[in-house]
Structures are given as structure tokens and as C-alpha cells.
């Protein structure tokens, strides 16, 4: 097991795609039945003490990206409330075990985020059963390619924005009413804004919009002494991607493009988000962290 902290060669610090990458399963797929299973960070990631006391909620936290953040996120001293699908329980009964082994506090709400109401769920929670909100890492987003834009339904369109662009916003809103100073929101972009791939035009265009939310966002409240950042991964080996986010033959390759030649790991995004929900990051705020195998960015 590799890990975070060993000095080494980050281009062999975690495998490159291969035949046994090629795999599908309906959206939005469970981590458990992937194979190689991602790495979430769960054997090696060590916290320090930088998010002590902190109440947090993380979106997509079952799984992927989101599951690495909830993980660091409580070993870092965080109580956390967790957002994901109801059929993605499996996975969030997995994330739920090692949050309270960090002998802190999870509270599952299971829900939809293409429904406003279930974003005030999400809060009271935090109000109700944490007693506060002071980290929101918006990291749940749906992404499904379409080769030809004629085969884009306005359904799909519609679901996309509703979950990545909307949720988010309703979110947003929502958790600020209850922010204190020195809170901070933690965005999820992708390259996709930057270089995005004509298969996933619905999913790149949400992306360059919450890099542009989050720059607007950012201004408006930092007088109150609320940080807004955005990590933009590239290639990162998650369910998302295996379950219809790409097409299963390109799988074998996935990272391959990247400067450094592998795709990401789950582990390798938490410390960005950790970085900027601590206050670490205090002067930081509309900034993007680019932690995409090295591929350059605007
Ligand atoms: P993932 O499938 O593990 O996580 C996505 C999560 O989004 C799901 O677990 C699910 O809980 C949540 N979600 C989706 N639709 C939802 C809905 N309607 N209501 C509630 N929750 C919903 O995959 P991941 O790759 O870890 O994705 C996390 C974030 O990272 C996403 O925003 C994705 O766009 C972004 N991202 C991923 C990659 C990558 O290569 N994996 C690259 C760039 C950006
Ligand atoms: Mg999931």
C-alpha cells in the first residue's frame, strides 16, 4: 500500500490503467463491486488536528472523491453529515463505519439533490444533529456520455444541471444562512471545464459554470469571512467513471493522457479539499486547485 506521506515517484505511485479497467455497471454504481477497488485513503490517511470541532457535510460521500474527503475530513477531528443516493447505501454504510471509527459523528441523509427540498434536509441536519455548519464540500455530480448531440435528450440535460449546477446552489444558499466566519464551501469542477471532451458536453459546460459560480460566490461573501473554493480533479478512478461516464473500451487508458501517465487515486483529492476547508487556506478564496495528473490549465 502506498501512501501520502512516503517520499517516491507519484508516476508509480499508483498503477496505470490496463484491460482489467474495462468494467460497467448501471449508474451511479457502487465502489464495492469495483475491481481494482479505488483507493479512499481508509489505510493510510493520517489526520493532524486541522479541522478540530468543525461540522461538516459532505455531497457524493459514499463513494469516490466524496467517500476520500468524508474519511480525511473526520480524521482531521470533523463531524460529518453525509449526502448520497438511497441506492448507494452499501457504500455509505462502509464510509458511515470508518467516520465513527475516527470516533467521530456521521449522519446519514440519504436523498436527491435534483430536489431543492432535499438541500434544506441536508442543513437541518447538520443544524439539528452537529449543532452548526462550517464546511460544505459540494462534491456529488452525475455524468453520462453522448457521443452526438442529436442523442442528448433534453431529459438528461435537464438532470445533469439539476444535480451539478442546481444541487449545488441550493446548497449553497442553504448552508449560508447558518455559516459562521471562517466557514468555507469546497466546490467540484473538473479539466472537463477547461479541455472538455465532446462525449460529455452536458457534464463539461456544468463544470465551467461552477467554476464561474464559484468565483462569483466567493466575492460576495468573503466579507463575512467565508471562503469559496473549487478542487478541478482530472482522471480519477471512481464509479462515475465506470458507470457510464465513459465508454467501458477507453477504460484501459484512462489516465493515460495525463503528464503523469495514471489515472488518480480517491486518496490523492482529499488533502486539496482538506487543505481548503482548514484554516490553512485563509487567504485563499475563488481559487481553483487544479489536482489532475499534471495537465496544464488557464
Ligand atoms: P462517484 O460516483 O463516486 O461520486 C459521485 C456521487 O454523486 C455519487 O456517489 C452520488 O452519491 C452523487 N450523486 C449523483 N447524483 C446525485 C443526485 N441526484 N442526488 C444526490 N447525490 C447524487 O464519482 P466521483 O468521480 O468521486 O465524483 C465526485 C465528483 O468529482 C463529481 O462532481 C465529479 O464530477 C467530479 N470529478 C470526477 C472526476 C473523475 O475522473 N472521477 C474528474 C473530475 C471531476
Ligand atoms: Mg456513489
Known amino acids: 500500500m502506498t501512501?501520502?506521506?512516503k517520499m517516491q515517484d507519484p508516476v508509480k505511485q499508483y498503477t496505470k490503467a490496463g484491460p482489467e479497467f474495462e468494467q460497467q455497471q448501471n449508474p451511479p454504481g457502487l465502489e464495492q463491486e469495483m475491481n481494482p477497488l479505488p483507493d479512499a485513503g481508509q489505510d493510510t490517511y493520517r489526520g493532524t488536528g486541522r479541522l478540530a470541532g468543525r461540522k461538516a457535510i459532505v455531497t457524493g460521500a459514499d463513494s469516490g472523491i466524496g467517500r476520500a474527503v468524508a474519511v480525511a475530513f473526520a480524521r482531521e477531528g470533523a463531524d460529518v453529515v453525509l449526502s448520497y443516493m438511497p441506492e448507494e447505501e452499501k457504500d455509505a454504510q462502509e464510509v458511515i463505519k470508518l467516520v465513527q471509527e475516527a470516533g467521530r459523528t456521521a449522519v446519514a441523509v440519504p436523498g436527491d439533490l435534483k430536489d431543492e427540498q432535499y438541500s434544506e434536509q441536508l442543513v437541518a441536519a447538520a443544524?439539528?444533529?452537529l449543532g452548526g455548519i462550517d464546511i460544505l464540500a459540494n462534491i456529488a455530480g452525475m455524468q453520462q456520455?453522448?457521443?452526438e448531440i442529436a442523442d442528448l435528450t433534453t431529459e438528461q440535460f435537464d438532470a445533469t444541471f439539476k444535480t451539478n449546477?442546481?444541487?449545488?446552489?441550493?446548497?449553497?444558499k442553504a448552508a449560508l444562512k447558518h455559516m459562521k466566519p471562517g466557514s468555507t464551501i469546497i466546490n467540484t469542477s473538473s479539466?472537463?471545464?477547461y479541455e472538455p471532451s465532446p462525449i460529455l458536453l452536458d457534464y463539461a459546460t456544468t463544470k465551467a459554470a461552477i467554476n464561474t459560480f464559484s468565483k462569483s460566490l466567493a466575492q460576495q461573501v468573503a466579507g463575512k469571512g467565508i471562503r469559496v473554493n473549487v478542487v478541478a480533479p482530472g482522471p480519477v478512478w471512481t464509479p462515475?467513471?465506470?458507470?457510464g461516464g465513459q465508454p467501458t473500451e477507453v477504460l484501459k487508458d484512462f489516465g493515460a493522457k495525463t503528464p503523469l501517465g495514471r489515472p488518480g487515486q480517491p486518496a490523492e483529492m482529499a488533502p486539496a479539499y482538506v487543505?481548503?476547508?482548514s484554516q490553512?487556506?485563509?487567504y485563499i478564496s475563488g481559487e481553483t486547485l487544479n489536482a489532475n495528473g499534471g495537465m496544464p490549465t488557464p
Open 3 to 5: 501512501d501520502q506521506y
Open 127 to 129: 443544524v439539528e444533529k
Open 145 to 147: 456520455f453522448v457521443p
Open 165 to 172: 449546477v442546481y444541487g449545488l446552489f441550493w446548497l449553497c
Open 191 to 193: 479539466i472537463q471545464a
Open 240 to 243: 462515475l467513471q465506470v458507470s
Open 275 to 277: 487543505f481548503l476547508a
Open 280 to 282: 490553512e487556506s485563509s
